[in-house]
């Protein structure tokens, strides 16, 4: 299998961390083992930056990508505890291109975006949907990655 980071790009406040989230939600019950957290004794966290184990494959996730330092914090944990596939929350800037060219020496970067949807009222007022269907349009991207990641882990090979 080879090496893939997948990059969870956005701007703030899109719902990145929440949907990275839910996919580690959903891979935490069909791993085996305990996650091992970057840091197990954090308080008042919402996020996460954890590795878990599905059939035999290390599986990290990192959900914090505010900010650069914790970004390239959170990949290099993952990294050296040689996780074969990473799901991670960066911002959609130039800065973050850079930080992930740094990993593909040992890694395929893919970059994904469950972005905000909108609902189209005109061009130059768009209205941003409801909680409750962005909240819904995360939920299947999250589904969608984790559904992928389990698949990568139980094929083998890479697809």
Known sequence: MKKTIIANFGE???????????????????AKGNPV???????????VCAWLTINGIKVGIASDGDLQAVVRDNLDFLTDADCQIILTACRNNHDSVVLLNEYKNKYRIWRTSNARIYEYIDTN?????????????NENWATEIANLIEAWCYAGKEE
Do not use: C, T, W
């Open 37 to 47: 957290d970057r840091e197990p004794d954090k308080k008042n966290s919402k996020d």
């Open 125 to 137: 007022h768009p209205r941003v949907a409801p909680k409750g269907i962005q909240n819904r349009f």
């Open 12 to 30: 703030g406040d899109m719902g990145k961390s929440e949907s990275i989230l839910l996919v580690y939600d959903k891979l935490r019950m069909v």
